[in-house]
């Protein structure tokens, strides 16, 4: 097949899509065009004769991979069709895909269900409550600290003790009482069948030590290709090691100035580590961006120059621009929203677009004054980094009808939907799925079940709607709309705002309509969660113009006209809880980095001389402030800097001199 494609790429980009044989590593820079990259070297596989179905692409977002493999449907023209049959997706997608095949090599059942964090905080939960005596809890980890020790002892190959003297000191006296927690927790999923996101990977993991297995499954792939390399935690770096015991080709592309994510036990260490972990690995860099105008590179190239240990990059741009990054210095909270708010609307007046206009913050809290000065400007805005779609109620009750339907060990999905119902608490819930298990998980069970007429009357009802759905006669949306129908009444009885509510419930149903198979549906529907309604509406677009605020980790991966970097000052950017170490404090450097480089052709960053903290949640306090430390002289001489400080505000003083004795006025009032 002719690659005119080839054409759109610069030397570099050719360079790596054209590669041969054995592992490749792309350090691709902050806007260097690493999605067409890796586009074009799906496109350029296939083209070259290699079976769609033997390339898997890994991505950290279903989303990612979409975009991806339409991409190289649209270099592969009139052979688009043949990217349908690439392993796209995320790492646990992947591996829940591999493990319903491979499902009695891995000891689980097929039918096995998947726990969201969520469901999997709160199953720690109730262990929690049993291990823990009321009066004895004290300051004991919460259900949300119980999953984060527990993922990271999974995911980093740390020991517990490394990880709760490190991240967890506070934690250090419960730790027998930890492990005991975290075994019934193993346990009781593995009684039920399910499994969490870190078994996914866990079991993908360890069933490459059957020979037979670990052989089958790297035949399946000639070419494995992954995206964000620097977001994989060493469960998934050694993962791929196992997959590519004798085939060595695996491309990874990353940027290792954009390794964010720590505090899920990503670790950039397996980027740097990447030539001598493949030994033998051709390294190419993409230093050419096409997003920022040069005068905001050089800012941004001299602010990750400080980094300790990284891949050199310098990246450069032909877009035109010599308007410097500003550097904001203001009194207070408000004043710098303000400051932010003046510049929204100039840049608006000018003709950008609210929507291509994003203000960045380390924390939710930073953005509270500004939220408060938009409002009263009536300035529509969008905050990401909030509670997803999946983790409201209402949504969270139906998926446990599914769950269960798919799967009828899941307690958890159980108990959910079991105290829905009038009459039923955590007891009688209890009693019921202790009945139900009994009898092997037969149906029939609830209808002997010993309760009062009401109990009876609702568990017939659910009988009756559990035993209906025929999930090999009817549609998918079919099943999912029998289940609506039940559910909506329960809706409107245990939620306010029902309307709006059903609609969320109608809009999954929807969904479901692309897909043949309900295992694939609720696999994705968990381990892709949808963030608001307006992604499962297909086509949908919002109609008004609002404007972007987001936390720095939500906004990887985006770009904007305009952007601004607010609350830059030190102990808010880096976090004061993020200074422990000289490794955490790189990745604040780091965090900065990819809000900065967010910005095509503005870029503003702002602090605040004082602010307001609440230390511990206890009562206010004033502070005051200085520049992050990320901002050398070097780097403000690289910027235009501003300050507003008091003589720029309105309640600046007058000086002039007492005319008139309204002390005295006031007095005589009472003479």
Known sequence: MAQEWLKDLNPKQKEAVLFGQGPLLVVAGAGSGKTRTLAYRVAHLISSGVSPEKILLLTFTRRAAKEMLN????????????????????????????????????????????LDQSDAQDLLDVIRHKKIEGTKKGRFPRKGTLLAIYSRRMNSGESLDDIIK??????????????????EYVFLKQKRNTLDYDDLLLYWYHILDDPT???????????????????????????????????????????????????????????LDFPTTFNGAHVITLEHNYRSTEAILRTTNL??????????????????????????????????????????????????ALQQQAVLFRAGSHSAALELGLMKKDIPFHKFGGLKFLEAAHIKDFIAFIRIIENRKDETAWFRVLQLFEGIGPSTASAIYERVAGHDFDLEALKTVPANKTVKQNLSRLYQLLASV???????????????????????????????????????????GGYSSRTKFLSDLILDPPSSTSDLAKGSKKDEDSLVLSTIHSAKGCEWDVVYLIHAADGCLPSDMATES??????????????????????????????????????DRHVYSQCSRFFSKDIIESMKKISHDEKHTEEQQCDIAQTVDIKDRLRSMWE
């Open 71 to 114: 991409r190289a449907a649209e270099a592969l023209g009139s052979n688009a069709s043949l990217t349908s049959s690439v392993w796209g997706g995320t790492f646990h997608a992947t591996a829940n895909r591999l493990l319903r095949i491979y499902n009695q090599a891995a000891g689980i059942g097929a039918d096995f269900t998947i």
């Open 166 to 183: 490190n991240h967890f000191p506070w934690c250090e006296r419960w730790k027998s009482t930890l492990k005991e927690i975290f075994k």
């Open 213 to 271: 297995v670990a052989r089958s499954i790297e035949k399946r792939f000639d070419y494995i290709l992954v995206d964000e390399y620097q977001d994989t935690n060493q469960l998934q770096s050694r993962i791929l090691l196992k997959m590519r015991r004798n085939n060595k080709n695996i491309m990874a592309v990353g940027d290792d100035a954009q390794s964010i994510y720590g505090f899920r036990a990503a670790t950039v260490r397996n980027m």
């Open 303 to 352: 602010l990750i120059a400080q980094a300790k240990e990284r891949y050199t990059k310098n990246l450069y741009s032909n877009r035109d621009g010599t308007e410097k990054p500003l550097i904001i210095t203001c009194k207070d909270e408000e004043g710098e929203a303000d400051t932010v708010i003046e510049k929204i609307l100039e840049h608006y007046e000018q003709g950008v």
């Open 470 to 512: 025929q999930p090999h006669t009817e549609k998918l949306p079919v099943q999912l709309d029998q289940i609506a129908r039940f559910y909506k009444p329960l809706l409107e009885d245990n939620y306010e705002n029902a309307k709006v509510r059903c609609n969320d419930i109608e809009h999954i149903v929807g969904l479901s």
């Open 582 to 619: 000289d490794e955490a404090i790189e990745e604040e450097l780091r965090l900065t980095y990819v809000a900065m480089t967010r910005a095509r052709n503005h870029l503003y960053v702002t602090w605040p001389l004082r602010f307001y903290s609440r230390p511990g949640g206890f009562s």
